[in-house]
C-alpha cells in the first residue's frame, strides 16, 4: 500500500509558476503509474497528467500540455508537476494518485484507473 500526500499549492497570480511535490510512502512506489488529477468546484475530477513507473513515458490533458510538466525522482518516491503560465482556469484542488500493476509505458487517464489518492492541494490562481 502507498500513502500520498500532496504539497505546494496556494495562491498565485495569472502568469505565475507553482511547483507541487507528491510524496509517497511505501517501497514500490518505483512500480506504479502516477497522475495528477484536479477538481474545480461544482465540476468533476478531472485528468492533467500521468507518468509511467519508468518516466519512460508521460501523458497530458490538452489544458496542461505546454504549459504543465510531470516528473518523478523514485530515488525520492516523489512526484512533481511544474506549472507554468498559470490560468484563472487552473484553480482546483490538485491531487496525485497511483495505481500498481500496470504495463511499463502506462499512463493511465481515468479515475477509476487509479486505486491510491492524496487528500489534495489547493491551487488558486488569480486574475
Known amino acids: 500500500q502507498v500513502q500520498l500526500v500532496e504539497s505546494g499549492g496556494g495562491l498565485v497570480q495569472a502568469g505565475g509558476s507553482l511547483r507541487l511535490s507528491c510524496a509517497a510512502s511505501?517501497?514500490?512506489?518505483?512500480?506504479?503509474?502516477m497522475g495528477w488529477f484536479r477538481q474545480a468546484p461544482g465540476k468533476e475530477r478531472e485528468f492533467v497528467a500521468a507518468?509511467?513507473?519508468?518516466?519512460?513515458?508521460?501523458n497530458y490533458a490538452d489544458s496542461a500540455k505546454g504549459r504543465f510538466t510531470i516528473s518523478r525522482d523514485n530515488a525520492k518516491n516523489t512526484l512533481y508537476l511544474q506549472m507554468n503560465s498559470l490560468k484563472p482556469e487552473d484553480t482546483a484542488v490538485y491531487y496525485c494518485?497511483?495505481?500498481?500493476?500496470?504495463?511499463?509505458?502506462?499512463?493511465?487517464?481515468?479515475?477509476?484507473?487509479?486505486?491510491?489518492w492524496g487528500q489534495g492541494t489547493q491551487v488558486t490562481v488569480s486574475s
Open positions: 494518485a497511483g495505481t500498481p500493476n500496470v504495463g511499463s509505458s502506462a499512463t493511465p487517464e481515468s479515475v477509476y484507473d487509479y486505486r491510491y
Open positions: 511505501g517501497r514500490t512506489f518505483s512500480m506504479y503509474a
Open positions: 507518468i509511467s513507473w519508468n518516466a519512460a513515458r508521460s
